[in-house]
């Protein structure tokens, strides 16, 4: 599938006149609880030549790349600008694919200069306020009957975890669910259960479904309750535009 993969950026590179400089692994199988049926998610920062930013009519061009998705295969990109600005909110879902444990294609200059904006742009309040929103809507949407698809638990389980690493002042959150498991679960019949569904999910198949699990239940019914409303504590974190201007530049030459 890797090959695969790495064929379809080839094509997209010529199709679109891009340079794909990063592709990653996003969704389940980078958060390490994909099922035997998990199709692959697929995401690519790209750039133009100088001159198609250079053109008047510059911001009635699109700035994302998207194939039809089909069973196993969802692909798409961010054009470098539309990625930087993202950057400047502080986008989860941006931050998470540098990330990724899987990377399909890196350019390492690129990929080690992004990165390195990632600290300086990182705002701890914007990025709770994205997992607080992520996990009470799932809640609502998936969690509240006697009878529950697995993979809803960890759309649910992963973004409270997530909020939690941040209250807690760690960082940057880390993509894989384990390590977030690892570090904040403290509670063994809690872990066990958590670790049991893990194994179940990567074992079965996305539409299977079980009955809900008391533990992991109650957890998320108290922690959403308990940490709700306390992005207002957390660190807002605005910046400006230099430096990531001069990346920008650095790599258009």
Known sequence: ???????????????????????????????????????????????HDRAWYLRVDHQFQRDVVERPIDDLLDINGWDLKKALKLLRKSNPVLIEWFNSPVVYRNDGAFTRGFKALMPEYYSPRACYYHYEHMANGNNRAYLQGEMVK?????????????MMWIEQ???????????????????????????????????????????RIDSIS????????????????????????ESMNRFFLSVLQ
């Open 1 to 47: 599938m890797e090959e695969e993969i790495l064929k379809r950026l080839d094509a997209i590179e010529v199709e679109e006149s891009i340079r794909i400089l990063y592709a990653c692994e996003s969704g389940s199988r980078a958060w390490g609880f994909p099922s035997k049926d998990s199709d692959y998610d697929v995401r690519f920062i790209y750039v």
């Open 150 to 162: 697995p993979k809803k638990y960890f759309y649910v389980l992963r973004p409270i975890l997530a």
């Open 169 to 211: 002042g760690l960082g940057i959150v880390p993509m894989e669910f384990e390590v977030l498991v690892d570090r904040l679960v403290e509670d063994e019949r809690l872990l066990a259960d958590i670790k049991q569904l893990l194994a179940d999910k990567r074992a079965g198949f996305e539409a299977g479904q079980m009955p």
């Open 218 to 241: 109650e957890f998320i019914d108290i922690e959403l309750e308990r940490l709700a409303g306390m992005a207002q504590e957390i660190d807002k974190n605005e910046v400006g535009f």
